[in-house]
């Protein structure tokens, strides 16, 4: 029996809230984590049940403090933001990255990727430069596909697919009441979207819940085997650089924070907080949020078969 030690958090955990925030198990121990196949690694993540699991392993780029795979329960994926920071913070509690470090870097499936310690508990990652890859032609299935009608669109900006290193296809609507409404159906969202650059789904609405949030979310995913995520870090920088690109807040300033919650429909309220920022000429987009420790132990696995 072989046992790989893992420490579970709840990532961009509002503190209003006991339980909130994304789940993440995090197995940080590299030693143990290379004795693991790709489908043992799978199989762990279907275990877990969660959005995301993370294992770590030693980084060969130059200034990387470790190198992160990143499961859901259906696949592996090249980048994702609650794993991200959840495994930094990770990291530094279990002293992989020095105590008194403020800037680190990992090395994901899409490369190296900065993050920033800003207290105890708060990270923040930084993300490229939102790129707007295109609209949708034809928005009636989708809607259907997560029990919408055309009805509750916002008028003020279009259906575009949006990305930061993974995209995302977001759909304003008019208000809270109809977000809620939405029931994703995972067949008819994959049906909807198949010859599409993405089938996530970003549906949003500038009403919210709290007064202190400037956007109010909700993400689907089923091809990758999350039907819905409480808080999702890859999304919210397209989505800070779709709402600053059709200027969806008025009152909004370039590099002042935009507040996310998410989660709700799930019992997991989340808040995710995004900025832009011009760094020495060029554009960077920073997504942070706070870290809850919610468990640690072992997760014990078969001894692998020998060939």
Known sequence: MRSFPFMQTSVFTDDRYSFGGNQLATFWDEESNLSLTPEEMLGIAREMNFSETTFVFNSKM?????????????????????????????????????????????????????????????????????????????????????????????????????????????????TLAAIRRAVPSPTEILKSLKNEISQEIVILTTETIHSDSNVHVRMFAPGAGVLEDPATGSAAGPIGGYIEAHNLIPTHSFGEFIVIEQGFQLNRPSRLVFQ??????????YVAGKISLMAEGKFFLKASKKK
């Open 62 to 174: 130059k200034d990387c403090q470790a190198k992160v795979r990143i499961f859901t329960p259906g696949l592996e994926i090249p980048f994702a933001g609650h794993p991200t920071i959840g495994t930094a913070f990770v990291l530094k509690r279990k002293k992989l990255i020095p105590e008194k470090t403020e800037t680190s870097h990992l090395e994901l499936g899409i490369g190296k990727t900065e993050v920033n310690f800003l207290g105890k508990r708060t990270v923040r990652m930084t993300q490229s430069d939102p790129k707007i890859m295109g609209e949708l032609d034809e928005i009636k299935p989708v809607l259907k596909a997560i029990g919408l009608s055309e009805k509750v669109l916002a008028e003020d900006a279009p259906a575009q697919f949006v990305s930061t290193g993974f995209p995302f296809l977001i759909i304003p609507i008019k």
């Open 276 to 285: 832009s920022a011009k760094v020495r000429g060029k554009k960077r987009v």
